[in-house]
């Protein structure tokens, strides 16, 4: 029988867990809430019953099981670093090491959004493309990033390269939660998008928004605003269409510094769809000049939502991608 292998996302709400065979097909999947103020160590034993009910299931126990997390671990250690959202921020809690008797396998660590980007270069869009050159961005609440070099998630020391949300576009600009000023994430999230919308309805500058959402600030989001743009505001289709700019610029440094095969687009803002991946093709073609990129292809993600589940599967069969450097 062929193996299988044990995908787990470890969120600030709930906890996602799947059991998968080296093909991505899922045999079984299920989530609990996180309950994250018990602290590591209720939460790593409500991590390990979730496995050990779908192991049930499955009438079989994984070979390896990998982790998302939602922040830095340090991959080689099996060692939570920062995971800002979780209270106590789970700094050096050894994960593996607490994780491993539980479920009796081997556990490996990963940044959830570098998963996503695992997942999408071996079960998505790089499935086709071997050895492909990948850029990732996560485009949500934040915006995450990964980047595969010749077919190599590029790690790190600690699995934290490619955070490409934090790469600075305007140096005086907004404050991000990172400390410092002007990164692509705060131009270009699902937040930072949401709130020129919610400028410009209440400049009463977006009668269509205004109208989708009856006047409540709280209701507007990326996608009500692609809805607004396409009933006729011009002025939402005008801040959409900038951030999809500052977006392609992101993509752009990526660009000139990797000459990528593939620009890959997921997370929420990515249901955006054409009304995004228009504006950073042309801002592709206008802005690098020094070799032509007719080669690289943007795409929303495949996976969509699944991209975090099945790179727990690739980062589970790879043994972690510790000999991948
Ligand atoms: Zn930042």
Not at 4 to 9: E, G, M, T
Not at 32 to 46: C, K
Not at 184 to 200: F, K, N, V
Request: proline residues 6%; hydrophobic residues 45%.
């Amino acid at each position: 029988m062929a193996p299988i292998y044990a995908s787990v996302d470890l969120g600030g709400t709930n906890i996602k867990g799947a059991l998968a065979g080296p093909d991505g097909q899922v045999l079984c999947s299920r989530s609990m809430p996180t309950l994250s103020h018990e602290g590591p160590a209720a939460v790593l034993e409500r991590i390990a019953a979730l496995v050990e009910g779908l192991c049930q299931q499955a009438q079989a126990r994984p070979a390896a099981l990998a982790m998302a997390v939602p922040g830095l671990a340090d991959v080689r250690r099996g060692l939570t670093k920062f995971l800002p959202n979780l209270p106590t921020q789970w700094r050096d809690v050894p994960v593996r090491d607490l994780l491993e008797p539980k479920v009796r396998c081997p556990v490996f660590l990963l940044n959830d959004v570098r998963m996503a980007t695992l997942g999408e270069l071996t079960f998505g869009h790089g499935r086709a493309r071997p050895g492909a050159t990948m850029v990732f961005f996560a485009v949500g609440t934040g915006i995450g990033g990964g980047v595969a070099v010749d077919g190599k998630l590029r790690l790190g020391p600690l699995g934290a390269a490619g955070e490409l949300g934090h790469q600075i576009i305007l140096p005086d600009g907004p404050r991000c939660g990172c400390g410092n000023r002007g990164c692509l994430e705060t131009l270009a999230s699902g937040p930072a998008i949401a709130a020129e919308g919610i400028r410009l309805m209440q400049s009463g500058l977006a009668p269509r928004l205004h109208e989708l959402v009856g006047g409540d600030v709280s209701r507007v989001t990326a996608r009500e605003m692609a809805a607004a743009a396409q009933a006729g505001d011009k002025n939402v289709e005008e801040a959409i269409a900038r951030a999809a700019e500052y977006l392609g610029i992101g993509v752009v440094n990526t660009v000139v510094v990797l000459h990528p095969d593939l620009v890959v687009i997921g997370g929420g803002v990515a249901r955006l769809g054409e009304l995004l991946l228009e504006p950073i093709r042309r801002t592709i073609r206008q802005r690098v000049g020094m070799f032509p990129t007719d080669g690289v292809e943007v795409r929303t993600s495949l996976l969509g939502e699944m991209a975090g589940t099945l790179g727990g599967v690739a980062l589970a069969m790879e043994g972690g991608l510790l000999d991948n450097e």
